[in-house]
């Protein structure tokens, strides 16, 4: 059964809820679900604006035909070509093939290799700048190179004032009836699925996101329509102002991330003392992390969010933890930066779990280490090694003290 809601003039909502898919990109746990937003302009010419994931395609369709009834689909326009969005569109190429396509040259090459049939339809490549009149809605496209593939655009209504942002300012979660901003509480909802979407699928690219974000400033926006979660019409800046900082690794917070990894316990023993040291001297903002039992995207999602982090970890084969080491490696590969750290190991012999650390945030930017020589206890901290711990506490408590946000 089709389920369409009006979003502004002659422009509706025909996305879909996923609540089946276990994880993102087969990556990222989805326990809330996602949803799959898609949109159609009924003007002169009836507008498509991308579609969903596959596995939505049934009631994408029950939604976009139940809005066209009787009416040709003119014209498609395909802001992103990641499956998620554009897994339905060869679909729509074999039903609506006398439609126009207007898409990036990138994006129409992601077509053919996706085996899209897009040189069997009517397609224009478009550029930044370029503009399509639907009759009494002028839309313009703003390219968005790397927000998150290199083929992404916004499509701009001139007439609505509507931006449709492909995967900027999307989020995790489901929509259960609620669909703009206003509508619910987004704070208490959605600012940890949009953090935790944003930090790892465009988190890598702050730059171009940057630059998307000061084109957007240029432009009247009532509403922005993003790919996924909920539209925004009412607080555009709060997820503005948020962005500005995950899209520059600033964080958004003071506060201590501990991450650990421990075989035995006597790691995570070291890990929750200086939480509790931490809490002791007045910051209470502090979250710790086994790296074995919390899915790394969690993690990555309160580093952006914190100012100050410990990781503590086991030498393990004589290397790094293997789940410690996909946390670094992940923040590495997120181009994470500018932040505070302290380093504590373990090894019951051989330790070498500090020094690879050290050597990991040493290759990230801007990161400021507070102990390069690392702070190292054999198998489990003892009353001898406990002062060293109490002065590396002391380290963190005040470069925090001295932290301006
Ligand atoms: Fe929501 Fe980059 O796809």
């Given at each position: 059964m089709y389920n369409v809601r009006q979003i502004a003039e002659d422009t509706w909502y025909i996305g879909v809820n996923d609540n089946k898919t276990h994880r993102f990109e087969n990556l990222h746990p989805l326990p809330e679900g996602v949803t799959y937003n898609s949109y159609i302009i009924l003007d002169e010419k009836t507008c498509l604006l991308d579609t969903v994931d596959w596995g939505f395609t049934e009631q994408f369709l029950e939604n976009l035909e139940h809005l066209l009834k009787d009416r040709p689909l003119d014209v498609v326009i395909v802001n992103h070509m990641e499956p998620d969005h554009a897994g339905a569109l060869g679909e729509v190429m074999y039903r609506y093939p006398n439609a126009h396509y207007y898409m990036t040259p990138k994006a129409v090459e992601f077509c053919r290799n996706f085996g899209f049939p897009i040189d069997d339809v009517p397609h224009t490549e478009v550029h930044e700048g370029d503009t399509l009149s639907l009759g009494k809605h002028v839309l313009t496209f703003v390219e968005a190179p790397m927000v998150h593939w290199p083929e992404v655009m916004f499509t701009y209504d001139t007439t609505t004032k509507v931006l449709f942002s492909a995967d900027a300012f999307g989020t995790f979660g489901l929509l259960d009836g609620r669909?703009?901003?206003?509508?619910?509480d987004f704070e208490k909802d959605f600012m940890d699925h949009a953090r935790r979407y944003f930090t790892n699928?465009?988190?890598?690219?702050g730059k171009p996101t940057m630059n998307a974000l000061a084109k957007a400033a240029t432009i009247e926006i009532d509403m922005i329509a993003p790919l996924h979660g909920p539209i925004w019409r009412k607080n555009l800046g709060t997820l503005i102002e948020k962005y500005k900082l995950w899209a520059t690794y600033t964080p958004e917070e003071k506060g201590v991330l501990i991450v650990y990894g421990s075989m035995y316990g006597h790691t995570e023993e070291v890990a929750y003392l200086m939480a509790s040291l931490l809490v002791q001297r007045g910051i209470t903002n502090v979250k710790v992390y086994d790296a074995s039992k919390t899915h790394v995207s969690y993690i990555i999602a309160d580093a952006f969010r914190l100012s100050h982090w410990v990781f503590t970890s086991v030498t393990y084969n004589m290397t790094l933890y293997p789940t410690v080491q996909a946390v670094l490696e992940d923040m590495k590969m997120l181009n994470l930066q500018n932040r505070t750290v302290a380093i504590v190991e373990n090894g019951s012999w051989a330790s070498r779990a500090g020094k690879l650390m050290l050597d990991q945030f040493n290759s990230m930017r801007n990161m400021h280490i507070l102990n390069p020589e690392t702070l190292s206890f054999q198998s489990s901290l003892d009353e001898e090694k406990r002062p060293e711990l109490v002065k590396l506490v002391d380290q963190i408590v005040e470069s925090y003290n001295s932290t301006e946000l």
């Open positions: 669909l703009f901003d206003d509508e619910l699928i465009v988190g890598k690219y």
